[in-house]
């Protein structure tokens, strides 16, 4: 055999030693000059490396690598060596501000002066003017040790992952927040904390959550088809101070197919539901009647607002359009199909 016709491949002259699972999905990384080291009579390399991730973060990492060839290596770095992880360790983080995943919804502040917006993750509430960050809620590693629906505390168990709607509760100071596992959690923007969980409020995703036009109770709907009103209350809990609480104010409603979004009109009469068989219910709001049933999309409706008049409301779909409703006779007025994309 000619061994000059033979071609090295990278596998042949290269072998991992390290395998380091990061936080995110990299992106790009470098690697500072190694130095070298002794530690345990025994001389060793010490690297750094940089890597950007695709959640918007970058992480400084710290490595000791043997000089000596050993097997393959998973590590899982932390702020400090661990026995699990003695060669690998999680230096700094740095982020901004922004989302670490996609937007879901948000919302305008009552004075206009605030945006506050939800990912899956994480909901941030934003100042206009100075484009500023000036609160962050996590619920990934909160534990809900505070309250919950109950008049006893909570256990530390985790709270859900996935939220899925949310809506600002009148004054700014607390907001709701829906999840894909069913749960309502009421949040105080001031101390970043849970002020009431409410486990069960339905048995699928929490897919939209509105205040109706009193300002006085909210209602969210679901997967589970149903409709749910609570109203907003005063509660004194051990610390003596009154705080925020939501109370089911009647039994839910039970509407022909799973809620994608809905509202309540400004004069607080009716309230619109859009389902996930296309059509756009309207009910009256106290006996929950239903007066109109739109159709014309040809997906789902994702979005939908009422005027400030009550008279006129505006959907949008995956369908690439957005359509234009008169309220009085359910009729369709304008049909825009500029989106090129749902």
């Not at 390399?45 to 992480?59: A, D, F, G, P, V």
């Not at 899982?76 to 501000?97: D, E, G, H, W």
């Not at 009422?306 to 304008?334: A, M, P, Y």
């Amino acid at each position: 055999m000619d061994l000059s016709s033979v071609i090295l491949e990278a596998e042949d002259e290269l072998r991992p030693i390290l395998r380091i699972n990061l936080s995110a999905k990299p992106a790009s990384c470098d690697i500072l000059a190694p130095r070298l080291i002794n530690e345990h009579e025994s001389q060793k390399h010490l690297i750094r490396i940089i890597c950007s991730l695709k959640n918007n973060m970058l992480e400084e990492l710290q490595l000791v690598v043997p000089l000596s060839p050993f097997k393959l290596q998973t590590l899982q770095p932390t702020p400090t060596y661990t026995k699990k992880c003695p060669n690998a360790r999680l230096l700094n983080t740095v982020s901004i501000f922004g989302h670490r995943s996609p937007i879901i919804a948000c919302n305008f502040t009552s004075d206009n002066l605030g945006v506050f917006t939800l990912s899956q993750t994480e909901a941030k509430l934003w100042s206009r003017r100075s484009t500023a960050c000036l609160a962050t809620l996590e619920w990934k590693n909160h534990s809900n040790s505070k309250h919950n629906n109950s008049d006893e505390p909570s256990s530390n168990n985790p709270l859900p992952n996935k939220a899925s709607s949310m809506v600002l509760a009148p004054g700014d100071r607390h907001v709701v927040i829906g999840y894909e596992t069913g749960q309502l959690i009421l949040f105080d923007l001031t101390s970043k904390s849970v002020v009431q969980i409410i486990d069960k409020a339905h048995t699928g995703a929490v897919r939209s959550i509105a205040v109706t036009g009193d300002k006085k109770k909210i209602i969210s709907g679901g997967s589970d088809k149903q409709v749910r009103f609570y109203d907003f209350s005063l509660k004194t809990f051990d610390n003596g101070k009154p705080h925020l609480f939501l109370v089911e104010s009647c039994p839910s409603k039970t509407v022909s197919d799973q809620i994608s979004c809905l509202a309540v009109s400004p004069n607080n009469r009716l309230v619109v539901v859009a389902l996930m068989n296309f059509h756009v219910d309207v009910f009256f709001t106290d006996s929950f009647k239903r007066i109109h049933s739109l159709y014309g999309h040809s997906a789902p409706v994702t979005s939908l607002d009422i005027s400030s008049d009550s008279r006129l409301i505006i959907t949008g779909s995956t369908d690439k359009t957005v359509r234009l409703w008169e309220l009085q006779f359910g009729n369709c007025q304008r049909r825009f199909t500029s989106h090129s994309e749902p």
